[in-house]
Structure formats: C-alpha cells, structure tokens
C-alpha cells in the first residue's frame, strides 16, 4: 500500500485558501489547497421519511444512500469529523483504498488511522506557508494549570509524563517537595494514603492487623505503580540509544521502517519515539488527535509476587491497539532517518529526566522512616544494586 500524497510545493501563482465564514467570529482559514485543486465539495442528500416504513427498511436504504454517494462522488469522512477515523462510515471513499464497504470495513478503519497518522506527520513537517500570527485561526484555550506543561517547565521535573496517570501523580508529589505545610515530604504523602484506606476498611468491617495490611498494601500500589514509571523511563533510553546508533550509519534518506527492519539479530522498537513526538504535539495542539495519547493501560498478568499489576501508556505497554498500531506504521513509512535523529536526541533527554525524577522520588522515601524499607526493597528490584548516591527532590 502506498503511503498519502505529500502536500506539494506552493507556486509562484499562490495557493488557494479555504475561509470558513461566521456570523460571530472572524474568518477562519481551515485549509490551504495547491493552486489549481479544490477541496472536495458534498451534496448532502434529501431526507428519508420513515412515514410508512420501518426503521429497518429505513436504515437500509439510507446506508445504500451513502454508499452511492460514496462511490459516485467520493465522500470524505473528514467534512463529518476532525478525522478520517472519527467519521468514517460506509460509502465513504478513502485515498489509495478505494471505497469502504461492510465487507472491508476493519481494513478500512485501519487505513483510516494511518491516513490521520499521516496528516499529522505532514503538518508537523510542512508548516502552513503564512506565519501562524497572520493566520485566522481560533486556538484552543489553555488553562494555565495544564499538568503537561507544569511538569515539563518544572525544573525538577522537565519531562513529559507518558499517561493520564502518571501525570497526575507527578504533579501530586512536587506538592509535597520543599513545602512547609509537609515537612516529611513524600512519606507524609503515602501516610495519607496509608490512614486513608486504613479508615475504608475499618468501615467495611474489617478488624486489627487486617486494617494495617489493606493501609500497607494500598501503600505498596502506589509504589509499585512509581516503580513501573521508573523502569519504563530506563527501557525506553535503551531502545531509543540503540535508535540513535542506528540513525548514525543508516542511509540518511531512508525511511525509519526501512532503517530498522531486523539485521543481524539486531532488533529495534520505534514505539518511544513516536509516544514522544505525539506527546510534544499533544501539549501544543490537543485538537490534532482523535483519541487520548495519555491514555493509561493496565496489564494484570505479571510474574512478580511483589505486584499484582503493571501501568504503562498505549505505545509501549503490551501489543498497541489497531489505530496505534497504524499509526506508529505511518509514523515510520513517513519519517526519514535524517528528520529523526535530532528528535531522538530530545526523547532520549526527556526520559533520561523522566528517570531522575522518580529515583529521586524513592530516594526520598528512602530517608525517612516508616516506608524506606518498601522503598529500598522496590528500588532493589530495579538497579542491581540500589544507587547509594544521594540527591534531594
């Protein structure tokens, strides 16, 4: 299957813009189209009354509607969505697919997802031809308390957080770091929770050392899950180090599918680095994605006694789901080994902080009392043997 169409040089003569008009905002340039082509214009088509027939018999002829549509003036499911994925429906035509019927419905969905994939790969590479001041767009707005940028800008964190979960406990820790109001630190933050589900289980009945275990285990939860994040941070280094030896003698022009097809045993895994480049649009322009990057994965089959789950995000944790799956195939047909190799360098910056920030999360825990046993023990089952130098969060 070939891969999309890349947008084609601008001419001497100009381009044609696509200005959508409101009665109460100003103009908006959604779309910039190479001089001589025009967006795709659809007829929407006449209603169908249910007078004298049944739903059934309705809904049939309306799909058979929409595929005549769709194979007589190739409908797009972008003028229904924000994405190819996100409006798709049968009768649409995709590129280089052709039209989507029942039969072919999941081959085309994941078409679908690579196609998003590939604008998205465009617009970050191909920026719009005016200055983004000069475009009448309507930005999204941002609060100011945006986790994602709290982290990164945080010069004791300065990394992007890899999903929803993770997010939120970073920044519920650096509350806790260098404040008065908790002079314990972190283990005044895992004593709460400690007393907390102490007290859900005294009033779900139970009595004694039964209390003291669910407080200690809802302990051991939140730690194991800081641990997950620490190890994913290491494993993704050493997958993106050996991207970056790669893209140092690989043909630079090259494609990233192309450079790190399997060779001499050696294998690579392009997973980390589209999780970053996603994350990094995802800060700036969350409108661009159809679905949440950040969204978090839970795989409760592990063979460590110590834990009975592992959290991760969607790119790296167990086999991705089909649309992100295309997506990272997209990612990689679409991008050269010469555009990759300073955005591993960034990756490869960004977990090496994300590494540091939860070691000396544990480091923390260490020194004090009540939880630094559970704290080395956990740091024990990552580094062989615990690092023994010290580092204030």
Not at 152 to 181: C, I, S, Y
């Amino acid at each position: 299957m070939t891969s999309p169409r890349q947008q084609e040089e601008s001419s001497e003569q100009g381009e044609l813009l696509h200005v959508a008009i409101s009665r109460t905002a100003p103009a908006e340039i959604i779309g910039v189209y190479p001089e001589g082509s025009f967006a795709e214009v659809t007829v929407q088509p006449e209603a169908l009354t249910l007078e004298g027939t049944t739903q059934a018999v309705a809904a049939e002829r309306l799909k058979t509607q929409h595929r005549r549509e769709g194979q007589a003036g190739k409908h797009s499911p972008l003028s229904r969505g924000e994405s190819y994925l996100e409006g798709l429906r049968p009768g649409d035509f995709l590129p280089d697919f052709g039209p989507v019927k029942d039969s072919n419905w999941e081959a085309a969905k994941l078409r679908a997802a690579q196609l998003d994939s590939a604008r998205r790969i465009n617009e970050r590479t191909n920026p719009p031809i005016f200055p983004r001041e000069l475009v009448a767009e309507v930005e999204p707005i941002r609060d100011p308390s945006d986790k994602l940028i709290i982290l990164r800008d945080d010069e004791r964190a300065g990394f992007l957080p890899t999903t929803n979960q993770e997010k939120n406990q970073a920044v519920k820790l650096l509350e806790f770091v260098h404040n008065p109001r908790y002079p314990e630190g972190i283990n005044e933050y895992l004593n709460m929770i400690f007393m907390r589900q102490q007290k859900i289980a005294q009033n779900n009945g139970l009595k004694g050392e039964e209390i003291k275990t669910s407080g200690m285990n809802a302990v051991m939860s939140v730690v194991n899950e800081w641990a997950d994040y620490l190890q994913n941070a290491r494993h993704s280094q050493m997958e993106l180090r050996k991207l970056q030896f790669m893209a140092r003698t690989a043909n630079q022009s090259s494609s990233l599918r192309a450079a790190t097809k399997p060779r001499d045993g050696q294998t690579y895994d392009i997973a980390a680095l589209v999780r970053y480049v996603d994350l990094i649009d995802f800060r700036e322009h969350p409108a661009h994605f159809s679905s949440d990057p950040l969204r978090t994965k839970t795989d409760r089959q592990t063979d460590d006694m110590a834990k009975h789950k592992t959290v991760g995000d969607k790119y790296t944790l167990l086999a991705p789901d089909e649309e992100t799956a295309a997506h990272i195939l997209a990612v990689s047909m679409q991008t050269t080994v010469h555009k990759a190799r300073p955005i591993i360098i960034d990756a490869i910056k960004d977990q090496a902080l994300r590494e540091l920030f939860w070691q000396k999360v544990f480091q923390s825990v260490n020194k004090q009392d009540g939880f630094s046993q559970l704290a080395a023990d956990t740091l024990n089952r990552i580094y062989e043997p615990v690092p023994n130098h010290s580092m204030a969060v």
